[in-house]
Structures are given as structure tokens and as C-alpha cells.
């Protein structure tokens, strides 16, 4: 008899050993126990039927929706995301998962707003607590100063989205093109990944980080 997993999002089956589904990257932890037949045994009436398991029978943790913790998946989320961020920031090249984009979605506009406040304290700063004021002119260096980190922090954000928009087309084995065509742009953004290697590379995995 041979151990194996079921992912509980795609049903794809893998190994036990694995920490994550490798197709969708849900934690190995919430999928269910299967078992399977290996060739050359003799089935019996009771190992004829497969044996499915799910990891979270009789849980009663209220954190538990639908058979997942919730809270667990989503700091898992939050952690996929800032590494796509942080380690995969410009790259246009590769593939990002469904799980990966979103995660990047929605943590984005935290990471954007954080950004923009810390530079507008920044500016308050230099006039309340120095006494400059750097937008009385146009001229002013402090103007110029503060006016390129605004944009730097827009454009930064704006050309990360865009990469991880790329490699989730490329996860699907599309032409990152598909990014400007925005009435099918969105469904190709939840569509599964695409099995094993395609032409923009391997398969990646969510957690594998």
C-alpha cells in the first residue's frame, strides 16, 4: 500500500512526504489521506475501496470554514505574497501561481498605502519638526526630492503588479500580451496552472519558498 495525498482545491494526488500540493501549493496538512494500490498486491474487498480520510474530521476549532483553518491560510497568504514581492519583484520571466498572484493583489495596495504615508510623514517632518516647508515652489530641491519618491513609490508598485500580472499568464501558458486585454485578461488570472513545464518554464509551487 502506498501513502499519497488528495489536494482538497484541485484533487491533484501527491506524495505524503510533500509539504504542499505541488500543483496549487494547499498545504499538505489540510489535504486528504488516500491510499492506494501498488501493482502486484492482491486487493482485498476492503482495500478495493479507497481509503479517504479527511484531515480535518472532527475538527471543531471555530477557526475551521469548509474544512480549512482560515486564519492559517490566510497568514499563509500574506507570506506568499510578500516573497513574490520581495524576492521576485521585477522579474517578468517565470511563472506565479493563482495563489501567488492573489496573495500579491491583495497585499499590494497595503504595501503601496504604507509606502505613500511614510513619505507624506517624512515630508511633515521636515516642516513641523525642522521648520522646511518643501512644496512652497517648484524649484525647491526638498519639492523635487519628495516629489520623485512619490513617483518612484507609484511606478515601483505599478511595474510590480505588472510582473506578477506577466508570470501569472506565463503559469497558464500565455503570452504575457494577454495583460492589456482586460475582458480576458481576468478569467486566464483564475484559471488552474498549467501541468509540468511549458514553454515560460517549470511549475512552481506556493510554498516551496
Not at 483553518?69 to 519583484?89: L, N
Not at 511563472?95 to 517624512?122: C, D, G, K, M, N
Amino acid at each position: 500500500m502506498s501513502k499519497m495525498k488528495k489536494c482538497i482545491d484541485c484533487g491533484q494526488q501527491f506524495a505524503d512526504t510533500l509539504s504542499a500540493c505541488p500543483n496549487c501549493g494547499c498545504p499538505a496538512n489540510l489535504c486528504e489521506n488516500i491510499t492506494t494500490q501498488q501493482p502486484g498486491q492482491q486487493q482485498s474487498a476492503q482495500q478495493a475501496t479507497t481509503s479517504v480520510n479527511s484531515c480535518n474530521s472532527g475538527v471543531t476549532d471555530p477557526g475551521y470554514l469548509f474544512g480549512r483553518d482560515w486564519s492559517h491560510y490566510i497568514y499563509e497568504c500574506a507570506v506568499i505574497g510578500w516573497h513574490a514581492m520581495t524576492s521576485h519583484a521585477f522579474d517578468f520571466k517565470g511563472r506565479a501561481t493563482r495563489r501567488q498572484y492573489w496573495s500579491v493583489f491583495f497585499l499590494l495596495p497595503l504595501v503601496e498605502i504604507t509606502a505613500l504615508l511614510a513619505i507624506t510623514l517624512l515630508a511633515s517632518l521636515c516642516i513641523l519638526g525642522f521648520g522646511f516647508y518643501p512644496f512652497d515652489s517648484i524649484s525647491n530641491p526638498l519639492t523635487i526630492i519628495f516629489l520623485i519618491l512619490y513617483a518612484a513609490a507609484i511606478i515601483g508598485m505599478f511595474v510590480l503588479a505588472l510582473a506578477i500580472a506577466i508570470r501569472r499568464m506565463h503559469d497558464g501558458n500565455h503570452s504575457g500580451w494577454w495583460c492589456l486585454v482586460p475582458f480576458v485578461y481576468p478569467f486566464y488570472c483564475l484559471q488552474r496552472s498549467d501541468s509540468g513545464t511549458n514553454r515560460f518554464g517549470p511549475s512552481v509551487t506556493d510554498l516551496g519558498i
